[in-house]
């Protein structure tokens, strides 16, 4: 009987750790909705072509890193700056949808998973596509920059 008692005692105790590390903080909920804010701030500015708040998002150092989706090579802040800025601005009529997004805090970390859906006119035609979507934040000084980013097609 006692060592039922010891096995049931530990189950709870286990169980209860176990629980915990689901429990959401105050300060990730918070981090949460700053980082959602972001990525829909992201929509907005891809939808209206806004090119300085699409790289102002860009944690500006040697540390930011890009793959994709649209280059192979790994990409540093000043060509993903380059390049997003060439392709944003030559394409109109842009829609930009994000589906089941997710994101997890780990302290000043915040990575967001979501899969794009994407349609807009270029060189005179129209371009759909949808994808999958990586964005690992940093909490700044001037709030959640990208540091890295990581774009595929489906």
Request: charged share 25%.
């Amino acid at each position: 009987m006692k060592q039922l008692i010891y096995v049931i005692a530990s189950l709870c105790i286990s169980g209860s750790c176990i629980a915990g590390e689901d429990k959401q903080t105050e300060a990730e909920r918070v981090a949460q909705n700053e980082i959602r804010e972001a990525v829909l701030r992201i929509k907005k500015d891809i939808e209206s072509s806004n090119i300085k708040a699409l790289q102002n998002i860009h944690f500006r150092s040697d540390k930011f890193t890009k793959f994709g989706p649209r280059n192979f090579e790994r990409q540093d802040v000043i060509s993903t700056n380059q390049s997003e800025a060439e392709f944003f601005s030559s394409m109109s009529e842009a829609s930009y949808q994000v589906k089941d997004l997710k994101i997890d805090i780990f302290d000043n970390v915040g990575i967001a998973t979501y899969y794009p859906e994407v349609s807009f006119i270029r060189n005179g035609k129209r371009v759909e596509a949808a994808g999958r979507q990586t964005l690992v934040f940093l909490l700044t000084d001037s709030g959640w920059k990208i540091v890295h980013e990581h774009g595929t097609g489906r």
